[in-house]
């Protein structure tokens, strides 16, 4: 929320994360090379990490998997974004958050991850969202009225979305996800958002 001067002015002039800069000298963060690239945008990233290290399984190696976790992407952007920063920051009703969840749900297969036996850039694009849809819903967080994201945390956790919870039991299970995400945190700077002040 509150970025240095340096970050919009050197890495990513509209002030959004993630971005990285990619090679250049080796120099201070707060000062980033000229002659390094600067890369924003997380799907962006992913390829560009799945394309430097290409035996990581980031993007699968055979083309129509490849496909297949560009389109789960691809409905992760399109049906599922706008429900997700409707309810929670726009005051829309849970009515377009559950049609894209549901959306997703109908992509993944009957078990395992969305694309493939592997970890890959599609699991990695949604499981932030899911880990905060459910964080924030459990505690309370959001602009949606007080006491309706009980009913809508009721929905995600009933059989209508059995699928869609036993995928991010999976994908919480990854260490890579137990590495990085840690809860309090997670409470502590979503409750100081100004932009979930409920009027």
Do not use: H
């Not at 297949?68 to 309810?87: H, M, N, P, S």
């Not at 929905?155 to 590495?179: M, N, T, V």
């Amino acid at each position: 929320m509150n970025k240095p001067v340096f970050y919009t002015k050197e890495v990513n002039p509209v002030g959004k994360i993630s971005a990285i800069t990619y090679g250049g000298p080796k120099v201070d963060p707060e000062q980033p090379s000229q002659e390094s690239t600067k890369l924003r945008e997380s799907g962006v990233i992913l390829e560009f990490l799945a394309d430097l290290f290409p035996d990581s399984g980031l993007l699968p190696k055979d083309p129509v998997l490849r496909a297949k976790a560009r389109l789960f992407i691809t409905v992760i952007d399109g049906q599922f974004f706008e429900g997700f920063k409707g309810y929670f920051f726009m005051r829309e009703p849970a009515t377009k958050l559950i049609d894209g969840l549901d959306a997703l749900q109908k992509q993944l297969p009957a078990t395992g991850f969305a694309v493939g036996e592997k970890w890959n850039i599609a699991n990695i694009t949604i499981t932030p969202f899911l880990a905060c849809i459910f964080l924030l819903l459990k505690n309370n967080l959001g602009v949606y009225p007080a006491g309706d994201g009980k009913k809508t945390l009721e929905i995600l956790c009933g059989e209508k979305f059995a699928r869609l919870s036993k995928y991010f039991e999976d994908l919480k299970a990854q260490p890579s996800f137990k590495a990085v995400w840690d809860e309090d945190i997670q409470i502590t700077f979503w409750k100081s958002n100004p932009m979930f002040k409920r009027e």
